[in-house]
Each structure stands twice: as C-alpha cells, then as structure tokens.
C-alpha cells in the first residue's frame, strides 16, 4: 500500500496514516473486502512503530472504515456510496468548523464567506 509520511509534517505519524488509508477507501481507490497490509508489514514499510499503525488501525476500525478477522487481517468495511459521501461530507464540515468560526469572528458574513468559498472550488477546479 502506497502511503506518503512525512516528519516534517506537525500531522502525527499516525493522523496521516488514518488520513491516507480515509482517502483511498472513500474515493475508492481500496473497495470493499480488499485486505489491508498486516500491522507489522505497514509498520516496516513505512519505517515507523507497530504501535502506530495498530492505533491508526484501531481508529480506522472505530470509524467503520475497517474491520478486522482474528488470525485473518484487517478488511475494508463494505460502505455503500451515499455511506462513503456522507463520511466524507461530515469529516469536511468537522474541518471547516473552526475556520469558519474564525473568519465569522473576524468580521465577515456570509456572503463574504461564501465568496471566499466559491472562488476556492473555482480555483482547484471542483464541481
């Protein structure tokens, strides 16, 4: 499994794991039922602790983005579409919360909020 970790990054070793292995099972890229690599193998291959890959698995599994077999592994969870949408959609708004609340508490409104967003998603190119 390919994952890019970086300690330059102020994101724990172990978020960015979380985040990544997120990504690929909600964009599709790891579908439903494909395993994932053992704790210990990840954790060699990408040069960081068992106890760090255990516990972003562990977070993974709380989330229901995977689950595990005794003696077999850990598996994607079978996630319908709208299942994946609406976890994506919910993990966006809990990171948009404080910014948002920022820009509120310095003085914009809505409307101005809004801008900003728009010409956002125009700039990346999102539909």
Known sequence: ?????????????????????RAKILSGDL???DGLPSIRSLARDLQVSVITVQ????????EGLIHSRRGKGFY?????????????????????RDP?????????????IRA?????LLDLEIE
């Not at 994946?84 to 948009?96: I, N, V, Y």
């Not at 948002?100 to 101005?112: Q, R, V």
């Open 1 to 21: 499994m390919l994952l890019h970790l970086t300690d330059l990054s102020d994101e724990p070793l172990q978020t960015q794991i979380v985040r990544q292995i």
């Open 31 to 33: 579908e439903r039922e």
């Open 55 to 62: 516990r972003a698995y562990e977070h993974l599994e709380r």
């Open 76 to 96: 994607v969870t079978a996630l319908s579409d709208e299942n994946k949408r609406s976890m994506a959609r919910r993990k966006l708004e809990q990171r948009l």
């Open 100 to 112: 948002l609340t920022d820009a509120a508490a310095e003085g914009l409104e809505k409307k101005a």
């Open 116 to 120: 900003s967003l728009e010409k956002l």
